[in-house]
């Protein structure tokens, strides 16, 4: 049977991919490998550091690269709770399983939660969505099982903000390219993805900033059981 999955899981993911993609100028997170010893067929890995912000889109076990979403998931942690990343298919006795990621304070988050965080940054909104049936005959599974779920339109606002206009706008072209290429990175469960309406706002007194936006476009497959 396949799993039940939520709009929130593929948001999360596009978080990452940004995460993953855009290098912050100032690093002010940690990059981390956590490299295990695996059991018979163990499943879960807990990594070993808290308040992880990303875990790479790629992982290896015994030296075979696999992705998220196709072969393993990721339940983050709040605040200091743990991370673990879980594979679909169990390792074997003695596999070596290398995770990389990233934990600490981020530049790009889902939303404005504080307005003294340093610059740069870049957040990504929901904006709207909307729900499109799939056709009977649509299989959503994985290839070896069948899969029923339906369609999801989703924009979000993506926003650059920078003390220096330059930066700023080479932060925004970057995020900008990598909305328009999302499709073709073999995310999980993405069909559609576009990036619109690029806007300059150059500096904004208020906020004490050069400011970019756009809009990205995204349509995910939502399954359900």
């Not at 150059?202 to 059981?225: A, G, L, P, S």
Request: proline residues 2%; contains cysteine.
């Amino acid at each position: 049977m396949a799993t039940e999955e939520f709009l929130y899981e593929r948001e999360r993911e596009l978080l990452d991919y940004f995460r993953n993609q855009i290098a912050d100028p100032i690093t002010r997170s940690t990059t981390k490998t956590d490299t295990f010893i695996a059991t018979a067929s163990q499943t879960v890995f807990t990594l070993s550091n808290n308040r992880v912000k990303n875990v790479r889109d790629t992982i290896t076990v015994a030296g075979i690269t696999i992705r998220k979403g196709y072969n393993f998931t990721v339940a983050y942690g709040q605040g200091n709770d743990t991370t673990t990343v879980t594979l679909i298919t169990p390792a074997t006795l003695n596999d070596e399983v290398i995770i990389i990621y990233d934990y600490g304070p981020s530049m790009i988050e889902r939303e404005f939660s504080r307005s003294d965080a340093k610059l740069p940054r870049l957040i990504i909104m929901f904006l709207t969505g909307s729900e499109e049936p799939a056709a009977l005959n649509d299989d959503m599974g994985d290839g070896t099982t069948s899969g029923q779920g339906s369609y999801f339109n989703a924009s979000f606002r993506v926003e650059v903000r920078d003390q220096y206009a330059n930066r700023a706008r080479v932060t925004a072209s970057k995020a900008f390219n990598l909305g328009q290429k999302m499709r073709h990175a073999n995310l999980f469960r993405v069909n559609i993805t576009n990036s619109t309406d690029m806007q300059n706002f150059d500096y904004d007194i208020e906020k004490d900033c050069y400011i970019w936006q756009f809009t990205i476009n995204v349509q995910w497959e939502i399954i359900f059981q």
